[in-house]
């Protein structure tokens, strides 16, 4: 791990609404990006606009941290007018910079403001180092890697580009189209995966059938009944941040602007355990590693970084997420005086049960429910109800926006 070390490195978390901001903040990121209400390849995350976004852009600039706006979608005839107003309040919120993939944004962005910083999109697909000169040229300063660019490619672009930032995904969710464009939710569905409205037709279970014989179908057989032959498996880089660094990445991007606010802090803070230690010099430790098995996830990959991955790339069985801890509540409050705190449920837990205690920058905590207790004071048994307010008892200190988990 000599090649290029950096000490600006940066770990940007996935925001799909401001609880999850929040978390992403107080869990260890060093930015968050978020979507852009009308033109983001996330349509159906809450996303921010107007007010929403100014207050986004408040609370990370108070914090020291940065926020990046989401604006990748393809910009269509129609949606010129539309795309001029919802540049400006990006810009007017306070963002630090927009990320685009469709040149009629960057037009946009520039007509508004010469000086907010441009992101390129890893929909644009840049995997070479002449792409990546190609878009400097154009005013961009951070490029968001194709994620079909081996740690190789990725040393070949950093060494012709030191004046570029390089972003690239080091966990999450990976599309089986190149860098995400895709056609196929909208030729089944009519739903556009380039407009944000993707339905994850590759998760699908597929048969093949012959043209001339469409009563024959010809099941592709891996497990059982059907194959998952266009899903693939989650990135998971986190044992590996050393060799991210040295190949001159210098933002670490964690996929996931649909994902829940725990999901959220507990990769947030696996990631940021991670990279603290490998730049301290340290390895990776035990515990964050294990951290990511501990939110949903399919099985896990390195991706295209080490070479083309083929089959082990490639999730045959099933396209479902592997939950081996429920989240079972959110601290809202901490008692000292009565040694107790306030939890707001997520899942239902009982008496006895060993729940465990996510907090930001502190290890892992459990402790066995021996008495809770509802708003009213009433002891209860268990917790069945959804979003229910619960007091329970407890023998260490927590915080706010502490997380609980339990194992399945």
Known sequence: MTERIHNNIELLAPCGGMEQLVCAIKYGADAVYVGSKGFSLRAHADNFKGIELADACDYVHKHNKKIYVAMNSIIKPHDME????????????GADAVIFSDPAVLEIVRSIDKNIELHLSTQVSTCNHLSAQFWKKQGVSRIVLGRECTLEDVKTISAHNKELELEAFCHGAMCIAYSGRCLLSSYFTGRSANCGDCTQTCRWQFNITEVKRPDDSLVIEQYGDATYILSSKDLNM????GDMISSGITSFKIEGRMKTAFYVATVVRAYRMAIDAVLAGKPVPKEAVEETYKTSHREYTTGFFYGNPLEDG????SSAYIRDYEFTGRVLDYLPEKGQMLIEQRSKFSLGDTLEVLSPGSEIKSFVVEHMYDEDGNPVASAPHPRQKLYIDIDFEVEADDFLRKAK
């Open 238 to 241: 986190i044992e590996h941040i």
């Open 82 to 93: 539309g795309a001029y107003a919802e540049a400006k309040g990006i810009i007017d919120a």
């Open 314 to 317: 490639q999730q045959y069985g």
